[in-house]
């Protein structure tokens, strides 16, 4: 088969599969994003991420990764959500869950679709294939610029005229020889927005991300308690973060298919805190089964629900805290007596320190009751 036949039909049936926009780039078109993605971790700015470091080689080079790979075909589907996700940062009394783990983990449906594809790309012209999707050591959004489907914006996400920044990738890397597509260009111009809106600053500069300050990376990667300066910040957001890409002014353009591709299940948009904080291991896997946020497991997604009730302002919602103080998982307790101070009077926390500090062996909530509201200890105080 004719390389642009190759091509033409391989782009036909991507678009056939459900993507909504395609290109080619060559393994050697991102170099510049090798350094950049090197000073991110020589920085620290990938925190907890050790994988990221760990496979640094072979994310800044494609061709470390395969080296045979001549061409990698990058396809983007559309996750556009039917309403504004900020509105959701106002029911306080419920939980945000980021838009694109509000259905099916996309890494499954992605990779079947792009295996298919790859596995005709394979039987029609005998050139080698791989599929990637997210999980493998590759830099998907500087490919997906470099192969013409859009630009990184400032805010680090790939940015499309036609699907604002509301896109998931996957690439199949080949060995056949395709043309490639021109590149995206950078149409962010002088617009802040998306830097403005972050609630932790976790931008210290257009275009370069502190993964340690962003809300996504704290309530998904960070296994522990998290900081007091970001508590307050976190707002009701229980899994991810959404605040930069809804605010991006392309997304105007970003109009949803007619049969969109990813419907949100009803139970995961703006469920109830009471509700989730009750949730034990079983339940919280039967509840998200098949959805991104079953991978942080239950102790962790139960803390950041717990951070949520206490920016909720809810009194209606202090004993449900009152319960988690007896949870079998450190964090979980730590975080509800944050949120307790923040619910209740001092007369009151004082009263549950004497019920419960004596007995407390964990060190993090240890730390939690002898601390005031801001997340200081008196010692911490006396130093400063």
Known sequence: MRIDSLKSQTFDRLHAAGFDAVG????????????????????????????????????????????????????????????????????????????????RDYHDVIKGKLKQVADWMHQASGAGVKVFVDTAPVLEKPLAAAAGIGWQGKHTNLVSREFGSWL?????????????????????????????????????????????????YLTIEHKGTIAPEFRTAMGNRIYGCDDCLAICPWNKFAVRAQEAKFHARSDLVSPALAELAGLDDAAFRSRFSGSPVKRIGRNRFVRNVMIAIGNSADQSLIPVLHQRLHDAEPVVRAMAVWALRRLVDTERIEQLKAMHLPGETALDVRHEWLCDAGGTHPMEATAQ
């Open 168 to 216: 998931f990738l996957g690439a199949i890397f080949t060995t056949a020889d395709l043309p490639t597509d021109t590149p995206g260009s950078d149409s962010c111009g002088s617009c802040r927005k998306c830097l403005d809106i972050c609630p932790t600053d976790a931008f210290p500069q257009p275009y370069r991300l502190d993964a340690r300050r962003c809300i996504s």
């Open 24 to 103: 080619v780039t060559s393994p050697g078109a991102i170099v510049t994003a090798g350094p950049a993605f090197r000073d991110f971790l020589k920085r620290g700015w990938h925190g907890d991420m050790d994988w990221m470091a760990t496979t640094a080689a072979r994310r800044a080079d494609p061709n470390t990764l395969w080296p045979d790979a001549r061409s990698i075909v990058v396809a983007a589907m559309n996750y556009g959500p039917e309403h504004d996700p900020l509105d959701a940062l106002d029911r306080r009394a419920c939980g945000t869950i980021s838009v694109y783990a509000q259905n």
